[in-house]
């Protein structure tokens, strides 16, 4: 991976782009084989991997540096990320592991200092870990609103029942950041103050892992779970009752352009390595480079790979600076892991049987892709979500401007 300085960026964004560059290149791609998280040399690779990180200041980029993280705020993490995301192990050598980090981040904003202590401060540390449970195998993940797991309000508790899945993380969590609709029981609040965030520790009775749900035909530790009278403090509330769906979207919001400049990183590596096969690969008298086929197959992928980086840093600058970027979040969402999939279904179609084999990375790439397609919000309801802002707009006397 060459990373050159970006003219006109930051100077601090260039340094931890070619910071991260240099511990990717030198300390994780070289020991791939090695870091599967069956290999036996994985722990010693991880603990060096790590201390070189440590050292180099570019710990847990996406916490504040009071709490142990490198500080440097949305526009660098999101520079930083497609850099990490040439290897699928990057992440959590740099101290960035969901659901966890997606859970400090939360705790960090809407914890009170007990909860903090209690849950924050040792998920930091690596002391215990987490998981986020949300999505309902009864009610469409493209509706929040939908969301059927009931925390009712018994004296100093909430009891809470209620069936998830896709709960990522569960398997050996400590606690659940649990989703739930706190609404009174006449039915009172608007649609969007009837979601809370509580947590829940795995060990709280009720508390039912039913089963690891497999995805693309693989084991997975994404678990179906019943919440079945899970009895917690109310003091385990996040925030006040019926900030859920904004704690969500507080969330969310940031993560697709963390996905998106990740997803970009991957297409980057795909790139690489279908030019290099191109170029070593000889067939049917010739190099693959010399066919046009495969010519083609470069060229679409550099237009693909140029237009979602350019559409997700155009987003993220919308955020840095306050603007609101919703239409753009929604536009990213759709076209990036899109333009992934088919930057590494041509990068599997010149490597040929190796594409789809486990030696190289592209298999797991691809399907990472065709997930990202569902997960934060299917492509149909971003397209909805663009159409109305649209229009809204216009029904407002206005009109587009692309500039802004």
Known sequence: ???????????????????????????IIPNEENLGYDNPERPRLAHEVQDAVKKAGLWAPHLPKEYGGMGIGFMKHAFMNEVLAWSPYSNPLFGVVAPDSGNQTILIK????????????PLID?????????????????????????????????????????????????FAIVMCRTEEED??????????????????PGFNIVRSVPVWGRESNHCEIVYDNVRVPVTNQLGRTGTGHQAAQDRLGAGRVFHCMNSVGQMWRAFDLMVRRSIEREVHGGKLETKQFIQGFIADSYIDIQA?????????????RGGDPRTDISAIKIFVPAAMERVIDRAIQVHGAMGVSGDTPLAGMYTGARTLRIADGPDEVH???????VFKRYHAGGSWDFGV
């Open 110 to 121: 809407y914890g009170t200092e007990e909860q903090k202590e209690r849950w924050l401060k």
């Open 308 to 320: 979602a980086r350019l559409m997700t840093i155009r987003t993220a600058e919308v955020i840095d």
């Open 383 to 389: 397209r909805i979500v663009i159409a109305k802002n």
């Open 1 to 27: 991976m060459e990373i050159a300085a970006i003219p006109d960026l930051d100077p601090e964004i260039n340094e931890v782009r070619a910071a991260t560059a240099n511990i990717v290149n030198h300390y």
């Open 187 to 204: 039915g009172s609040g608007g649609v969007r103050d009837k979601m809370t965030q509580i947590i829940v520790p795995t060990d709280t």
């Open 126 to 174: 690596g002391e215990i870990r987490s998981c986020f449970s949300m999505t309902e195998p009864d009610a469409p993940g493209s509706s929040p609103y939908a969301i059927q797991t009931r925390a009712v309000r018994d004296g100093d508790e909430w009891v809470i029942n209620g069936r998830k899945w896709f709960t990522s993380g569960a398997k050996g969590a400590a």
